[in-house]
């Protein structure tokens, strides 16, 4: 039974890589068509960064992700602590309230907030579409992940852990402070790294929130795929994929952490 | 946490912890919702912007002209095939991780596709399947004449499920790693042969992780849009295809927003399906 | 040593016919042998414990005769067939689990019938079945209800039903009991005891708590590191410890190394004891000897018995119906037990702290265990 289902898996997990690697491989090859291989080469890559636009899109790239995360950490941290503390009419409201951007298309998320900018911008001028009005979209799916990754994380921290705090005299912002907060630090991390990498790699929602030269990389991908696929993109994505996979890999270590 | 001495000092922490994440909520997620409800019962003015007069002509439309039932048709139809084949690529994969020795590392592997961006795990399948692709790579070396896989439904499929995935694996193997594996010796006890005892005793088991994982999987695949753009070129029409479009060259914001709350309308309908036969959700991301 | 033996269960007239025959049984998991060449008999219709201290391998044992491990070594032999290699579910036993695994989908009803169900009874057949299970544990009326919105003891007695229900050859029961309140294992116990012996099924038991398997079982078979230190009737086991392990494993024991002198007298070092006409030792042989705390005997003067010390009492537990006294005779240490009876009497006289007093240790509660290589007093 376990050798059929080990076979299965690995078949899976071929199936989940193989494009992937292609494109990493791709990225390395010297010709700039079809799959074979005729040469090892960094030029693609050396292209990439000589490329001004392209670094343009990085740094909005990387503007967004770092401001939504800091913002969205924040705010799903509070909120993940408020949730699971206290009782109140509206919790189970909430609670869904947050499921919606996790479980929703992001077709529907997308322009919902554009139909939001459109209405306000009526109403009071402003905000035109652009960096900013990316950056809110963001924070605004990113706090659900970010809550849920912590209210986790909370859920198995020992209640009377705090309560020996308090026992021994300390404030409740103390017992915040010295007990609580580091205890759910790994999982604020890692919720945070979580969110940055949704953030670095959303592509719908940013589509329909974005202004002109507010482009970031995955809207550059997407217009450039359109046109055909090049090798400067695999080496762009090739890029992306092994950041994300460093983020992820620091996300697991602090979640293992005191874990 | 906070044991506050009176009920207005516990009104204020609560208020201060719970305050800002409701409230960007509400402001950005349940509001938009709400225009996008005022939205699709409006009519297309002239340039494609929503005026007056209010009314549920857009739903009309979008459920009885052939063309919109078509869509809707072909996504729900492709969605939920999709998810089933997930559902059976994914079941015993989430079994494999389980139990093996390895199990946090398997789960990371399954993992970082999720994280991946999107865009990049699809046109990797147009570097598969198109005409210098790899699969043709591998076909004409055998002197066949190349395939036309690009673009075709048949390409959407493979590149929903592919994306789709770990979505699925990751709520079920929550539930899969919480066996209570003694049932299954009881059940062996009580004379129940192999698979009947799985099925009795194991599968009961992993049904909330199931149904959660459908609902992460079967909402977004039936209204993706990038997929059918990238893979389906003028072929496939989706829903989500069709709102971009609204939104977009076509210009009947209105209409787009009926067709956004028809999507919205069954997440909504998941969630609160799942709430009552589930109860508390344990949608806890592993990572 | 006199057999003063079989006072405490009704004696039984089991038959001769075996339920189950384990014959060399080991079993390995990588380099630890968890069950190390056992052979055991069980008799149709007994009450069986197997007894002992966690990791001692019962409930290894236990799971083969179940069929959910198959020994390395050595066949399983359930009512006269060979089923070493048989499934689990094509064995004629059922098994109520430590932690019951009871179905938390399924309501009580489904739970009963589920062996039933599995043998294709009919409907009709089922429902009647799960009533007469009811019953029999006290639960008339619970068919509908949910398993997890249920008291331990309750889950408990429906594991025991939906295994009895399918009238196995033989029951299995795995530390059933632990994860109960003292007050309601006591009752079980009991309420076990009585089932078994209406039913006439074959029970074994397995426990790491030795006062179950004493009110309980008609044998027990004491295990410790993968082998059986002794097996027996249930009072054979308590008034006459084979070896130094059971001895301290099964209630208190008193354990004084000796010398024997003569085939009837040894030299310890708290003097020299005589021991009971049954017991005939080699001179130079050396041996332990065991007694029970209760089995001590304590006065104010000094009594014409044999085998009378000197002792000052060292400490003094109350446990309420007991006085227990640590007694201290040339550095050797004695625990002794006596009940509260509040009687004037030579012989049940109370002592306080550093009292002298005689200690009259009866020869024929001196159980001789040859071989004393577990070592010496605990207490010293």
Known sequence: ?259 | ?287 | MEPTLFRGRRDRKLGDSLAVHLEGVTKRFGEHKAVDNITLDIRDGEFFSLLGPSGCGKTTLLRMIAGFDTPDEGRVIIGGKDMTQVPPYLRPVNTVFQNYALFPHMTVEQNIAFGLRMKKMPRDEIAKRVQWALELINLPGYEKRRTDQMSGGQRQRIALARALVNEPEVLLLDEPLSALDLKLRQELRVDLMNLQERLGITFIFVTHDQEEALVMSDRIAVMNKGRIEQLGPTEEIYELPQTAFVAKFIGDSNLIPAKALEPRKVKTSIGELELDKEDALTPGQEVLLSIRPEKIRLFREKPNLPNVFRAKVDDIIYTGSENQYVLLVDGQRLMCDTLNQDIQEPGHEEFTYDEEVWVALTPEKLVVIQGGAEGSNPYA
């Not at chain 1, 329909?208 to 055909?228: C, D, E, Q």
């Not at chain 1, 090798?231 to 979640?255: C, D, K, N, Q, Y």
């Not at chain 2, 048709?73 to 989430?94: C, D, E, H, K, Q």
């Not at chain 2, 994306?163 to 066996?179: M, W």
Request: hydrophobic share 55%; no cysteine.
């Open chain 2, 1 to 287: 946490m906070r044991e506050a001495a009176t009920p207005w000092e516990r009104l204020r922490q609560m208020l201060l912890t719970i305050g800002p994440g409701a409230f960007w909520l509400v402001l950005f997620v349940l509001i938009p919702t709400l225009i996008m409800l005022v939205a699709s019962l409006m009519s297309r003015g002239s340039l494609g912007q929503l005026v007056p007069p209010f009314g549920l002509h857009n739903y009309l439309r979008f459920f009885s002209d052939p063309l919109f039932v078509e869509i809707i048709g072909r996504s729900l139809w492709i969605g939920f095939w999709s998810t089933v084949f997930i559902m059976l690529l994914g079941y015993p994969l989430a079994f494999y991780v389980a139990q093996s020795r390895y199990k946090e590392a398997l789960l990371l592997l399954v993992v970082i596709p999720f994280f991946t961006n999107f865009l990049i795990r699809v046109y990797a399948w147009i570097v598969v399947f198109q005409k210098e692709g790899l699969i043709n790579g591998l076909i004409t070396a055998f002197g066949l004449p190349p395939a036309e896989l690009l673009p075709s439904t048949f390409a959407v499929y493979v590149a929903t499920v592919y994306t789709y995935l770990p979505f699925f694996v990751l709520p079920l193997y929550a539930a899969v790693e919480r066996i209570d594996w003694s049932q299954l010796e009881a059940a062996y006890d009580l004379g129940a042969r192999p698979i009947r005892a799985f099925w009795e005793a194991i599968f009961p088991q992993t049904v909330p992780g199931l149904f959660a994982g459908f609902l992460l999987v079967f909402i977004p695949a039936v209204g993706t849009f990038v997929i059918a753009d990238l893979l389906g070129g003028g072929k496939v029409t989706l829903v989500g295809n069709l709102i971009q479009l609204q939104f977009g060259s076509a210009q009947n914001w209105a209409f787009g927003s009926a067709a956004s709350m028809v999507l919205m309308a069954m997440v909504l309908l998941g969630l609160w399906l799942y709430a009552r036969t589930q109860g508390e959700k344990g949608l806890d991301k592993l990572v």
């Open chain 1, 1 to 259: 039974m376990r050798r059929w289902l080990s076979f299965h898996a690995w078949l899976v997990f071929a199936f989940l890589y193989l494009p992937i690697l292609v494109i990493v491989a791709l990225s390395f090859n010297q010709s700039r068509f079809g799959v074979r291989f005729t040469g090892f080469t960094f030029d693609w890559y050396i292209r990439l960064f000589s490329n001004e636009r392209i670094l343009e899109y990085l740094t909005n790239t990387l503007i967004v992700a770092v401001v939504s995360t800091l913002v969205s950490t924040v705010l799903g941290t509070l909120l993940a602590l408020g949730l699971v503390r206290y009782r109140f009419r509206w919790q189970n409201a909430l609670r869904y309230l947050l499921y919606v951007p996790v479980v929703v298309p992001d077709v529907v998320m997308g322009i919902s907030l554009l139909l939001l900018f459109d209405v306000v911008r009526d109403a009071i001028g402003w905000p035109r579409l652009s960096l900013f009005t990316i950056i809110l979209a963001h924070i605004s799916f990113q706090i659900a992940y970010v809550t849920l990754v912590v209210r986790a994380r909370l859920m198995l921290l020992d209640p009377t852990l705090e309560e020996a705090a308090k026992d021994l005299g300390a404030t409740p912002w103390l017992t915040f402070r010295e007990v609580t907060l580091p205890l759910i630090m790994p999982g604020v991390v890692s919720g945070a790294l979580l969110a940055f990498s949704l953030s670095l790699d959303d592509f719908v929602v940013t589509f329909f929130t974005a202004g002109p030269g507010s482009t970031t990389l995955p809207l550059y991908i997407y217009s450039s795929v359109k046109l055909g696929v090049s090798p400067e993109i695999h080496a762009l994505s090739t890029l992306m994929v092994g950041i994300t996979i460093l983020v992820l890999l620091l996300g697991t270590l602090f979640w293992r952490k005191r874990s």
